[in-house]
Every structure is written in C-alpha cells, then in structure tokens.
C-alpha cells in the first residue's frame, strides 16, 4: 500500500504491486516515515509522486544487504563531482531529485531508492532516533556548524520558530554546549523548547541583542524579528522554508552595519558520524519530547492533528509491534 495527494488536503491509498528493484537502488520496507512541515504543501498541491521524505527502513532487496538498517537521504547526488567527492554532498553540482518530491517516498509500505542514499544506522540508536538524523536533527546541526564558522563565541543566540526543527537546532545547540533563548507566539511549541533547555525570549522589539538568531519559521514577521535583534557582527541563519523572497532591510541601521546571513538546507554525508553522536546525546529525549506514532492507514488524521498542531511531530510506523513499542514506550 501507499499513499497518493491528490491535492486540497485529499489523501487516497492504492494496493501495489512490486516489480523488480532497478539496477543500483535498494529496496527499503518503511519502518518509519516521519510528517514535516514542508509535506503540508504537497497536501495542498498534489504530488505526481509518493510523498515522504524523513525515512527509516530496513533493507528488503537490492544492492545492499539484507536487514541492513538505514536512513534515507533525501537529495540524489550524483557522487561524482568535485562537491560529492569532497564530502558536501548537499551541494551536489548536478543535482537531480529530492526522494519523497521527484521520485517516490516513504508514505507507503515499501520505498526504492539509490543504495548511496542509505546512510547505515548504527545498531546502538533505535530507527525511530535515527530518521531524527535527518530533518530535525541533521539539517539543524549542518545549520549551527555553518553559523559557528562565522561567530568566535556565541553568548546569546536566539532561535525563532519552535516547530519540529526548531526544537532540533534547540536540542542540537544544548548539546553543542550553546545556550539559547527561544520564541513561538505558540505557548505549547515554547513550553516545548524550556522543556529542551531552552529560556523563553524576553522583549524582542529592541535592537542588537544577539550573536546568532536561528530563524526557522520561514514567516515574514520572523525573519523581520531575526534581522532586528542580531547584533552588529552577527549572524542570521535563515533556515525556514517560505514561498516569499528572503528580503533585507533598506533601514539605516541595516545597512549602517556588518551582519552574516547565512542560509543551508540539508546536511552533507560528511556530517554523519558527529550526528550519530549528537543524537546519542539527545536523541531518545527529543524523540519521546514530539514524536507521535501513527500507522500508515492513519495518515490523513495524522496529517489533519499536524496542521491542527497538536502533534508536533507524527511519524507512520510500520505495522511491526517492536517498533511501536519503541516509539512509544
Ligand atoms: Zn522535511
Ligand atoms: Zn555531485
């Protein structure tokens, strides 16, 4: 079974028949898929393909072996050139697909993907930790390395927007030793982020109060917030996915100072092993903070409590009792 948008928040399931795996992918059951905020556009729009794009699965066929555990990483790079070669494999020169927006996802029982965008999970950390690894947890901390590089200190850092991802770069930061302060206009999203060792922002309408702001929301009004209260020789990370251009202030004060803006969107496979290591920090506590397990029939409501908010972070889980049980537990 798996799942097709037809658009207009419709969701419908069809039966499948599996074919032969294609030369160089690997078969994959779907253990868990996680919702991400971006998928909410495809639920309007429709998709030609199966969504689902935060995957974790065990190997069933192809060209790894089999009961091999692993992550899917979501850009198809081509792993040939000089970007790829060096490790960024996020800024693959020839680029061709995103899993889960150009070809098929993880919102089924089965997902073939190419064997190099299996990332190995190592047998210490749960599946339902390790797809954290990905969106939540590996884009947060490709984010805050990118950052880093162009801060010496970090005292105060702002994070802007407390959904699933800006409670990993919360998470991640904490266990990067970075203290950080944190907004949501939504009391529940910010009780979320003290819970993770965050401090509720004060007063933001002032100016020059932080060395980093992390804005992950994508809304107008945020990223206004975040180019307001950097500091002269800060940094803004502009993490939020929006339709909207990223614009800059024509304000004096804007442009009478230095300021680093800094934009990334997925992490490179030289990031892997450091994020195994964060998420054995913190993973398992950020799991049980906003994952909510669901099973694949269950996808339309799953998506429905999403938009609604009151699941932070819904993830379909394969039918199989362990799993559940580890989600859940
Ligand atoms: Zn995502
Ligand atoms: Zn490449």
């Known amino acids: 079974m798996r799942a097709r948008f ?20 690997v078969r994959l059951r779907v253990d868990v898929c996680a919702l991400c905020g971006s998928d909410k556009r495809l639920l309007q729009s429709g998709s030609a393909v199966v969504p689902g794009h ?12 089999e009961g091999t555990r692993g992550i899917v990483y979501i850009p198809v790079f081509c792993g040939t050139c000089v970007r790829c070669l ?7 020169l020839n680029l061709s697909e995103l899993i889960g927006w150009q070809r098929d996802g993880g919102f089924a029982e089965h997902v073939d993907v ?12 749960p599946l339902s930790v390790a797809v954290l690894g990905l969106d939540t947890v590996g884009t947060a901390a490709h984010a805050l390395r ?4 162009t801060q010496d200190s970090a005292d105060r850092t702002l994070v802007v927007g407390a959904g699933p991802l800006g409670l ?7 266990a990067m030793g970075i203290a950080v302060d944190a907004f949501d206009p939504n009391p529940t999203r910010l009780a979320a982020a003290t819970t993770l060792g965050a401090t509720p922002a004060g007063d933001l309408s002032a100016e020059n109060q932080y060395d980093m702001v992390v804005e992950v929301s994508g809304a107008n009004a945020a990223r206004e917030t975040a180019q307001r209260v950097v500091q002269p020789g800060g940094t ?10 990223y614009t800059m202030p024509a304000t004096p004060r804007w442009r009478r100072t230095d300021c680093y803006t800094v934009r990334s969107f997925y992490f ?32 339309p409501e799953a998506f429905a409590r999403f938009v609604a908010g009151d699941y932070v972070k819904p993830c379909i889980v394969s039918a199989d009792a362990h799993l559940v049980s580890e989600v859940t537990r």
């Open 114 to 125: 190419p064997a190099r965008c299996v990332l190995p999970v190592p047998d210490d950390i």
């Open 54 to 65: 935060e995957i974790g699965g065990t190997v069933v066929g192809g060209a790894l072996p």
């Open 236 to 245: 803004v990370v502009a993490l939020g996915e929006s339709n909207e251009p």
């Open 6 to 25: 037809q658009g207009n928040g419709e969701i419908t399931f069809e039966k499948v028949t599996l074919c032969d795996v294609a030369e160089g992918d």
């Open 86 to 92: 060096a490790g960024r494999t996020n800024q693959c």
């Open 146 to 149: 990118l950052a880093l590089r």
């Open 268 to 299: 490179p496979t030289q990031e892997v092993e450091a994020n195994w290591d964060l998420l054995r920090v913190m993973g398992a506590s950020l799991r049980d903070l906003i994952v909510k397990p669901l099973t694949l029939p269950e996808l």
């Open 168 to 174: 990993g770069v919360v998470a991640v930061a904490q």
